[in-house]
């Protein structure tokens, strides 16, 4: 089994096709990758390495785990409340995810942000 959106998975092949060796894919997936297929077409709530929170509906991503967000939006959190800021279509590169959840939408729209208060993320340290 392709860790692969079917969506890109022609364009990957005609890339195999007539690419040089070293541009072609590599077909061995990451395990978060073959975990993530299953949220494909559901909300998901990416926390970044550098502390952003991007919500967005998984369209697809690749065997690095670079995750294509469609309809998405930033969640920036401060102590005056929180901002939702649309970013629409965003790739999101897989060595920048710090995690990644799906979002349950019911109690997602429960919650009013602009009453949100809080400190905005840290950055993951290494």
């Given at each position: 089994s392709s860790c692969l959106s079917p969506r890109f998975s022609l364009s990957l092949s005609l890339l195999s096709l007539f690419a040089p060796e070293s541009?072609?894919?590599n077909s061995v997936c990451s395990p978060m990758a073959n975990l993530l297929s299953d949220f494909e077409g559901l909300p998901v709530s990416?926390?970044?390495n550098d502390g952003?929170?991007?919500v967005g509906t998984l369209a697809?991503?690749?065997q690095l785990t670079?995750?294509?967000l469609e309809d998405c939006h930033e969640r920036v959190h401060s102590p005056e409340g929180t901002e939702q800021v649309p970013l629409g279509l965003y790739i999101?590169?897989?060595d920048n995810i710090c995690a990644v959840?799906?979002?349950d939408l019911a109690l997602d729209k429960g919650i009013d942000f602009s009453q949100l208060r809080g400190e905005p993320l840290a950055p993951v340290t290494h």
């Open positions: 541009l072609k894919p990416v926390i970044t952003r929170n991007i697809g991503m690749d670079n995750l294509i999101v590169r897989g959840g799906e979002v």
